[in-house]
């Protein structure tokens, strides 16, 4: 498995500089009592968890300076042109993996966000994506997070089956509905469905991305993808792939903490993970 931390600046997040996005800020307690950012925070996980010499990061070139300030001169970095949003970047990290770093087409890809808030057990769901993507004949597999209350904040997730049944069935599910932009009456109805929020984490296989690129009239060798990549639409990956109906998906359940900066609103994620950050492994 190959891991990718999306870190490539897409604007709509908030910011505590105007320099640096919050992902980047020091704004948590570390388990040490020193401040971290959650970059550190997801990079010391990942290497809690025996994963850092599977990851990489996707991110622009004027964010490289910082995120080898933080994670050391060591880390992979793959470097977008421009910012184009999630989905390009994974396009190009992909694109740069295959005929680059030589990485064979069925190698499971796994794409993380930056800005999210788990605990250390979440990277067992992790570790066990690759198995459960090549199980389910789907080609996504998504991690849902307990949804604990309704929100307006964050996309939903419907599995084929029920909270009802989650304790009688199998460990994944194949998704029959996602819902972004929901009211919070409506996240209501999804979550007495067996709806989760989703983590933003996703699996696929590579060559299901080198084929994504190849139907879009793209080059997928990295120099040459490089070169027209100012010229993508700008997109997100819910946009691109997790709403398309018509891409079988299947997700499994993190019952553990979970938040998102990307839902718009950090306070009640720095509280979040406040409380969290001194139990994570």
């Avoid at 720095?270 to 994570?280: D, E, F, G």
Wanted: one cysteine or more; proline letters at 5%; charged letters at 20%.
């Amino acid at each position: 498995m190959k891991i990718l931390i999306l870190s490539n600046g897409r604007g709509g997040r908030e910011r505590l500089s105007s320099d640096l996005p919050e992902p980047y800020l020091p704004v948590l307690n570390g388990p040490d009592g020193k401040p971290e950012s959650m970059l550190g925070r997801l990079w010391r996980q990942l290497m809690t968890a025996d994963l850092l010499e599977e990851t990489s990061v996707v991110t622009c070139s004027e964010h490289v300076g910082e995120l080898r300030k933080q994670l050391g001169a060591n880390a992979l970095i793959h470097i977008e042109p421009s910012a184009r949003g999630s989905y390009p970047a994974t396009m190009l990290a992909a694109a740069h993996l295959y005929t680059v770093a030589g990485v064979t087409p069925n190698e499971t890809i796994i794409v993380l966000p930056i800005d999210f808030c788990v605990e250390g057990d979440f990277y067992h769901c992790v570790r066990s994506l690759p198995k459960l993507l090549r199980e389910s004949e789907s080609s996504i597999m998504m991690i849902g997070a307990k949804a604990v209350q309704p929100s307006a904040r964050y996309d939903y997730i419907v599995p084929e089956q029920t909270d009802d049944s989650v304790e009688e069935c199998g460990y994944d599910w194949k998704v029959r509905g996602y819902h972004a932009n929901v009211s919070e009456s409506e996240a209501a109805k999804w979550i007495a469905s067996g709806a989760l929020w989703n983590s933003g984490v996703y699996a696929f296989r590579l060559d299901f991305l080198l084929n994504r690129i190849s139907e879009s009239g793209l080059p997928v060798h990295y120099d040459e993808l490089c070169k027209q990549y100012s010229q993508l639409q700008t997109q997100s990956l819910e946009e691109a792939l997790i709403m398309d109906a018509s891409i079988v998906k299947s997700c499994i359940r993190y019952d553990g903490p979970w938040d998102s900066l990307g839902s718009g609103q950090s306070s009640s994620l720095n509280r979040n993970m406040a409380l969290t950050s001194n139990r994570s492994s």
